[in-house]
């Protein structure tokens, strides 16, 4: 006999992301879900933005990786809240782990939450954390054909960010290329090209990151 | 890439939809799956058969449809099966964008007894 289902196979995962999402939202929390190659500079964006924020917002991090706690250590030197997720080879983090992690951080009404996915560019796509924030970091030296062969995280991104810029003399990469990549599959994404080097550009990105309207709509 | 987490989930939801229907036996599972999932079959079908293991499940065939990603001319609205290389249309040249085909990611049905 055939029974027909018609349900989503990530069924479990989005309806914790909906917890999550509701509960960010009645805290007007901003979580801002950072997917980007190792590498790419997801933990240096991080802290510059926090550096750049100075006291116009409080910031907390969850911090993903397969393992180790590098990046959370950096973090907690800079005094913000912040909770290591060690997914134990696990390609991505998902909702469930975001849920546990955001109780434990006991976060404030109106915090930036940043939230640093494993470093990959084609599983976090899949896992819809709850997040209001999708961004997307690609860097300069990982070549301009990024979104050409990880549609899906570029569809996705409300914002793309293009680090590492003080490298472009060095380096073929073609920005027309990658902005039209870009713009073929998400025509609303915003594109900011930063240095957390020099510097360059992050008084911008900052700037967006504290005016953004939050949807609060899932968007996997 | 992350067909073991998908597979859990899979098999969760294939044993919460047999319950409620009093299934004794799951014989197949049909799937649709977009070009643009990453997700690999052969691995899935692996996972499937250790995971459900023990469960009414076990056995059960995978059956993937796939769907082509279609993308839609931004220029001349033609919708093309997106080319290996771009987002350009075949036609005029124009730029493409998704149609949202190609993100399918669900089960369609169950062959119970």
Known sequence: MEIKVMKNIMHANDRLAEENRNYFKGKGIKAVNIMASPGSGKTSTIMKLIEAFGDRASVAVVEGDIASSIDAEKIDKLGNPVIQINTGGGCHLDANM????????????????????????????????????????????EGHDKPYKYTSMFELADIVVLNKTDLMPYIDFDKDSFYKGVKALNENAKIIEVSCKTGEGISELADWMLNVQVSHNPSV | MHEYAVT??????????????????????????????????????????????????????????????????????????????????????????????????????????
């Open chain 1, 98 to 141: 975001i849920k546990t992690a955001a109780e434990s951080l006991q976060l404030k009404d109106g915090t930036i939450l940043f939230i640093e996915n494993v470093g990959n560019l084609v599983c976090p796509s899949s896992f819809d954390l709850g997040e209001g924030i999708k961004m997307v970091i690609a860097s300069v030296p």
């Open chain 2, 8 to 113: 859990q989930s899979l098999l969760k939801l294939v044993l919460d939809e047999a319950k409620r229907v009093e299934a004794s036996k799951v014989l197949e599972i049909r799937l649709v799956i977009g070009d643009l999932s990453t997700i690999v079959d052969d691995s899935v079908q692996m996972y499937f058969d250790i995971m459900s293991e023990g469960t009414i499940a076990h056995g059960a065939k995978l059956v993937f449809r796939r769907v082509k990603a279609e993308f839609k001319c931004r220029e001349c609205g033609e919708v093309f099966i997106k080319p290996t290389t771009g987002f350009d249309c075949p036609k005029c040249g124009g730029l493409g964008m998704p149609t949202g085909v190609g993100r399918e990611f669900y089960i369609e049905s169950l062959e119970i007894e």
